[in-house]
């Protein structure tokens, strides 16, 4: 759905949240693509040669490749680069030398945009959330919307539509500050989900949560995946890593698998 279609959905509320997650799954359609360019089926996101160095180095030679239509587990024991690399990969980090690169089908595009900010086609979901504690739940989701050009209106109807996916739909209008850990954490991926991007970065995004809230998330990883994204997802939890399609390993800032 194109930025401009999203007047369409005008009307369609999302209430407190009461479905089973396969329901809530079927409005998914309505947040994806607002305010960027369609999904380009065909992208992968490359790492090659990935070498980063801050006081020792941190990651050594990294050549990995994240196909689109495929969920990749990043695990690897703490401190071993994930974030790191999910940093590299997402352009918030430039490698000390190795590109980060992004094949959509019109040529490869340099993650690195030589500011830190990421490029549009990518979105995040941060293993510290990063959401604004005095901001409602449904306005910490709405900004990345409006940050990508759509209207108010717009995105907070896809924000209310992102919560519901994570079954949180009933505590929009709630200060983030309010919300328990893993609340939060539903926050953050309905933040990161919402703007239907060519490539999902997921840091332990379900870290925080229950086991019925992890399928949850878990499932809606692999939505993403099917209309097309390239989808990483670091996590140390086998479980997670087993639900994926595609698994790297690190250790030491290596692959090792
Ligand atoms: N800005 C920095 N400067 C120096 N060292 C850093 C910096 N950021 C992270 N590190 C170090 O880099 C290593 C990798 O950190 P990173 O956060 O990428 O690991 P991780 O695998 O994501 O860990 P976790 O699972 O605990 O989140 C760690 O040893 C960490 O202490």
Known sequence: MAAGDAGAVRGRRAGPDHRDPREQRRIRPVTQGFGIAPTQTSAALRLDSITYVAGRTLLDDVSVSFPAGKVTALSGPSGSGKTTLLSIAGGLLQATSGNAVLDVGQGPQDMWTGSGDPRSEVAFVLQVYG???????????????????????????????????????????????????????RVACARG????ADVLLADEPTSELDEGNRGVVLGELREEAARGAVVVVATHDPAVVEACDLHIALDEGRVIR
């Open 193 to 196: 989900f919402v703007v239907g």
């Open 131 to 185: 959401l604004v504690p005095i901001l409602s739940a449904r306005e910490n989701v709405s900004i990345a919307l409006r940050a990508r050009g759509t209207s108010p209106a717009d995105a907070d109807e896809a924000a209310e539509a992102a919560l519901a996916r994570f079954g949180i739909a009933d505590l929009g209008e709630r200060q983030v500050e309010e919300l328990s850990g893993g609340q939060m954490q």
